[in-house]
């Protein structure tokens, strides 16, 4: 199997640490010098690149085809279904933008396992953010390049991948065309509120970043195959906390009389959060205009770090992000019990917020991909199986560790983000359990693994990155110092 492999130059080019990021500079297209992307652990071919003229698209390097897991021929030994990958012709293709990420990493095993025909497409940035700003993941996480010819090893399964940036149209339609994706599930995104908020130059890029992805994606479609399904993710934080329940995208209103459905009113409150309302929008507009079919899943906060399929090796094991940046609430309160940090709770903490496990993330993605959209149908479904206040979530952390022998200790710290902090909270979330989804609730059990997990990590952890480090009034250069120091 070949696969186009497109590598950002941001990973090979910039000075790690380096506290400025400039990501639209210019492109690279295969050509004379060489560059060994790999280790001796993978006999690849050396790849070539040579400077062209600059484009509005990112600084990239494209590499030539390559087959993957050669060094690894397939051992079906868990009972995986060999039988359809001969006859592939079958078998929903799915593309994965953001595959390498939290969730996308996660999703793509999961539809392997499940016997659809996976490519990842991912420019690999999340591991640049991390390097840019001494970051880095609690659990330790495998190149994509292991983590791919892992999963061949194991289950026979391949995975494709396009290493290289969905902005980059010229990138992104080749990777499509060689694919030919029935659907393109879309997590590639910048995904943090506080990154989008530390200065003018990270508010731009991920707007740019959000925004224009998005756009490649619908125009690809759009050009290559109208019929291919697109499954966006967005988020929940989109609506903000209006005094009223929030509806599943759409909210029926009688105005002076007069009746409509119109999209839910969005709220959002951050560059991030701003980003998606765009996307969405244009998502919208290009399913009226152009008839294509479109899923918008807003997603809840997600924790947890393990599926079947990231627990079969450590190579596969996901990434579990605790710091102010990119962790998210539960992941980060579990991180903190676990070295003795107390928790830390923003404000008043009555925060109300819809949470999922990763779990039900890719139970939800394989739901809305065998269930599409109609041909002009922009869906948006609520994603996310319950609700809690940072304060309950404090709470229920707390039990957890007394429970391990743990003692855990709140403290309020000032609240980094400009939001209420005691407000209404009811959204509705039907649609996914009517398509099927079985949740994973919340248990004592998941929160007393999520704590195993911190402790067995314990010596990853740097205490520098545990408190909040962003705040949205200030903006500028000395948070980025901040949060890199
Ligand atoms: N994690 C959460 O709690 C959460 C909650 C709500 C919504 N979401 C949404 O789910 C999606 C995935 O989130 P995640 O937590 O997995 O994020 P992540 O940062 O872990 O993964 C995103 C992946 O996309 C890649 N990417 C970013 N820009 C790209 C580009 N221009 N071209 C190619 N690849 C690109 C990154 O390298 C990364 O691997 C995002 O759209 C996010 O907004 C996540």
Not at 15 to 33: D, E, L, R
Not at 409 to 425: A, D, S
Not at 435 to 463: C, E, T, W
Request: charged share 20%; hydrophobic share 35%; with cysteine.
């Amino acid at each position: 199997m070949a696969q186009l492999v497109l590598v950002p130059s941001t990973l090979e080019l910039s000075a790690i640490g380096k506290q400025c990021f400039k990501p639209q500079t210019q492109c690279c297209m295969v050509n004379s010098t060489t560059l060994n992307l790999r280790t001796s652990k993978f006999p690849l071919k050396r790849v070539t690149f040579q400077r062209q003229k600059p484009l509005r698209s990112s600084f990239t390097v494209c590499a030539t085809t390559l087959p993957i897991g050669q060094d690894a021929p397939p051992q079906p030994t868990n009972g995986f279904d060999q039988s359809s990958s001969r006859d592939s012709s079958k078998r929903k293709r799915v593309m994965v933008i953001g595959g390498d990420g939290y969730c996308g990493w996660a999703t793509a095993l999961h539809l392997s396992k499940k016997n659809y025909e996976v490519a990842i497409v991912d420019n690999l940035i999340r591991r640049t953010f991390d390097l840019q700003l001494g970051l880095d993941s609690l659990t330790p996480i495998a190149s994509i390049h292991d983590r791919v010819s892992r999963w061949k090893s194991l289950t026979g399964k391949t995975i494709e991948l396009y290493i290289g940036d969905i902005c980059d149209f010229e990138f992104f339609s080749a990777a499509f065309k060689s694919f030919e994706p029935d659907t393109v599930v879309h997590f590639g995104e910048q995904r943090s509120a506080p990154y989008s908020m530390m200065d003018r130059p990270r508010a731009l890029f991920t707007q740019s970043n959000n925004v224009i992805g998005t756009l490649n994606v619908l125009f690809a479609i759009k050009e290559f195959s109208e019929d291919c399904h697109l499954v966006k993710l967005g988020t929940m934080g989109e609506y903000g906390t209006p005094n009223i329940d929030i509806e599943e995208g759409y909210i029926t209103i009688t105005h002076n009389g007069r009746t409509d459905t119109l999209p839910y009113p969005k709220q959002a409150n951050s560059f991030y959060h701003l980003s998606k309302v765009h996307d969405s929008n244009n998502i919208h507009f290009s399913c009226k205009t152009w008839g294509i079919r479109a899923t918008d899943l807003n997603q809840g906060v997600v924790y947890g770090v393990r599926t079947d399929e990231t627990d079969m090796h450590e190579e596969l094991c996901n990434r579990l992000d605790y710091d102010g940046v990119f962790g998210t609430a539960l992941n980060r309160f579990c991180v903190q019990a676990a070295v003795g940090h107390p928790l830390t709770v923003y404000g008043k903490g009555g925060q109300t917020r819809g949470y999922l496990d990763i779990r039900d993330t890719v139970q939800c993605m394989e739901l809305a991909i065998a269930n599409p959209a109609k041909p002009g149908e922009f869906r948006v479904f609520n994603q996310f199986t319950e609700q809690f206040s940072v304060r309950d979530l404090a709470a229920l952390v707390s039990k957890a560790g007394e429970k391990l022998g743990i003692d855990v200790k709140t403290i309020t710290v000032p609240n980094p983000r400009i939001e209420k902090e005691e407000h209404y909270y009811n959204a509705k979330r039907t649609k996914l359990i009517e398509l099927g989804l079985q949740p994973h609730y919340l248990s004592d059990s998941l929160i007393d693994s999520l704590l195993n997990f911190a402790v067995a990590y314990k010596d990853r952890i740097d205490m520098k990155q545990i408190m909040p480090s962003v705040s949205w009034k200030k903006f500028g250069a000395a948070q980025v110092r901040s949060v890199a120091a």
